[in-house]
């Protein structure tokens, strides 16, 4: 016999737990295992006055953001509704079944006020980088680092020639966006020269780097322990090679300060092999380079290549394959010069006479008079890296550098960070250090806070 269901009222009072109603492998009851935000309050003690009518709870902001991170609910409307709705979301956020759910225009005036004016992101970030620490996920011997690309919130309609003078409107009218893209213009001596500027975005990077149509963008920096591949630092940048390479110093930096921990190797991609950044690593902070050394002199002519000069350290010039000298500072100038190119680079050059009655003249220089090899001042810490390239130790880097990719590839297809919401680099900044506590926090839950098979869904018996 077929049932029906009864409209009727079966009971006028109801015992309900939210609790026994969250399974024990629920994510987010995972997550709370992981989560302390204990010292959140007196973080932000100095930004609430001791008066008026009480505001929202910090930590019900917080963990209703790791709520959206995790399930790539990126509006706050709609996360707002989702967290009225969901138990699971109510019980995690500490609000049970009748707790009162702030509306999005007031959620959003306090997490990009208070939040952003006292760091409160990045302190929630840091407290859970403490707690995989003391988990045990953190081995701190090699760190890997990359960046990637996450297209802004900038059409490519609304961009302008970065030549052509642009008329920003009145000063009360700017965005935030473009407020601090001016106040940063302000504070640059010498502002980059830009094919694109967005007028919604201004400080986000018109970019062809993916291979396909250009687009405005932010990049996502990470510093991974290679270990468990817990997320130690995040930085956003745009969207170019300098300033991604230049932020890994500051990431190495403030993990060493903040934690103590210094790498014993560093794990890259050839985007990190200039000669800057490996003297940076070997000299001023000896850390292994595991990074492909970037080269930018070798010869596609068929020529001798450099690699078959030999350098003399002592004498500090090069031997050809017919034992003639390359030296630098051939030409006598009457003021005294460095010889060192804006490159970074020393010239050696061989003497027009050695190469004239030369036998290899034309495998060697066929179209020039002399032989010339640019040296690097970092040349030693190039050659550092270059032994570390031959040893088993590196190739096997070479696979754990995979692990950062790893990273990116979670943060897109499973955060679903494929574009910015926020504007302006303060606001990629809010949404990477976000994501990458969240994507923290479920490594954590997953290495550590995961139940036993007895307890989980689906379990016999």
């Not at 995690?92 to 079944?97: D, H, M, S």
């Not at 018109?206 to 291979?211: D, F, I, L």
């Not at 990116?408 to 955060?415: D, S, V, Y």
């Not at 990477?432 to 689906?458: C, D, S, W, Y």
Request: charged share 25%; with cysteine; proline share 6%.
């Amino acid at each position: 016999m077929m049932g029906s269901l009864s409209d009727s009222q079966s009971a006028l009072f109801y015992e309900f737990s939210l609790e026994a109603h969250v399974p024990a492998d629920h994510l987010l009851r995972q997550i709370d295992a992981c989560l302390d935000l204990d010292g959140l309050r007196a973080h932000l003690a100095d930004h609430y006055s001791h008066t008026g009518r009480p505001s929202i709870d910090p930590e019900l902001m917080v963990r209703m953001l790791i709520v959206g991170y995790c399930y790539g609910i990126r509006s706050e409307r709609r996360l707002c509704d989702e967290v009225h709705l969901n138990l699971a979301y109510r019980w995690f956020c500490r609000l049970g079944l009748d707790g009162a759910v702030p509306s999005h225009s007031t959620f959003s005036k306090n997490r990009h006020g208070r939040f952003r004016d006292n760091g409160t992101l990045r302190w929630v970030f840091d407290q859970v980088v403490d707690r995989c620490m003391q988990a045990g996920l953190v081995k701190g011997e090699g760190f890997a680092v990359d960046a990637s690309l996450i297209p802004a919130d900038a059409s490519r309609q609304r961009g302008v020639p970065g030549a052509e003078p642009i008329d920003w409107g009145v000063p009360e009218k700017r965005s935030r966006a473009v407020r601090e893209y001016l106040e940063a213009l302000d504070d640059s001596a010498a502002p980059e020269a830009r094919k694109s500027v967005s007028l919604s975005d201004p400080q986000s990077q018109w970019t062809a780097a993916t291979g396909g149509p250009a687009f405005f963008s932010y990049s996502t920096n990470y510093l991974i322990d290679i270990e468990h591949g817990v997320i130690l630092d995040v930085e956003a940048t745009p969207s170019n090679r300098i300033a991604e390479v230049e932020s890994t110093k500051t990431m190495v930096d403030r993990v060493e300060t903040r934690c103590g921990i210094q790498p014993k190797k560093l794990v890259a991609d050839t985007a990190y092999g200039n000669a800057k950044m490996l003297s940076w690593l070997v000299d001023d902070k000896g850390i292994e380079p595991h990074i492909p050394v970037w080269e930018k002199h070798q010869r596609t002519d068929g020529s001798i290549p450099s690699s078959d000069f030999v350098w003399d350290g002592e004498a500090n010039e090069y031997r050809c394959p017919q034992g003639k000298a390359l030296i630098p500072g051939r030409r006598q100038f009457s003021k005294p010069r460095t010889g060192i190119t804006k490159a970074g680079t020393v010239l050696y050059r061989s003497s027009t006479y050695d190469c004239r009655v030369c036998p290899l003249k034309q495998q060697c220089c066929p179209s020039t008079p002399t032989r010339k090899i640019a040296r690097s001042i970092h040349e030693d810490a190039r050659n550092v890296a270059r032994e570390i390239a031959k040893s088993d130790e590196y190739r096997r880097s070479r696979c754990e550098r995979k692990k950062v990719e790893m990273r990116f590839a979670h943060l897109k297809r499973i955060l679903g960070l494929e574009r910015l919401r926020l504007r302006g680099l303060s606001g990629a900044a809010d949404e990477f250090v976000m994501a990458a506590t969240t994507q923290n926090l479920r490594r954590m839950a997953k290495l550590v806070a995961r139940p036993p098979p007895e307890h989980r869904i689906g379990a016999p018996g």
